[in-house]
């Protein structure tokens, strides 16, 4: 059973940068897509970034030029570089990992921007 753990949620002011790390149980190289998803309160759950397993990004608008996902294969790792950060960036994150057609999430972390 894959697992999903991430980390790197907090607190920051706006402007601020966070980095958020998703790390599998076991190897990620077989996974065809990674992404990362945001859910904000009395929201529905969205989608951010994702990045294929030959490393072609994609993201969402309100991503766009602010922050950078990757993928660390040695690690085992899912990052998501979060820069110039809004109030309206503040959700809860989650990774999302697809291998032949089934989802993976974790569960989740608190990434909260004040004004």
């Known amino acids: 059973q894959v697992q999903l753990v991430e980390s790197g949620g907090g607190l920051v002011q706006a402007g601020g940068s966070l980095r958020l790390s998703c790390v599998a149980s076991g190897s990620i190289s077989s996974f065809n897509v990674m992404g990362w998803y945001r859910q904000a309160p009395g929201k529905q759950r969205e989608w951010v970034a994702a990045?294929?397993?030959?490393?072609?990004?994609n993201y969402a608008d309100s991503a766009k030029g602010r922050f950078t996902i990757s993928r660390d294969n040695d690690k085992n790792t899912l990052l998501l570089q979060m820069n110039s950060l809004k109030p309206e960036d503040t959700a809860v994150y989650y990774c999302?990992?697809?291998?032949?057609?089934?989802?993976?999430w974790g569960q989740g972390t608190q990434v909260t921007v004040s004004t």
């Open positions: 999302k990992a697809v291998r032949w057609g089934t989802d993976y």
């Open positions: 990045v294929t397993r030959s490393a072609g990004t």
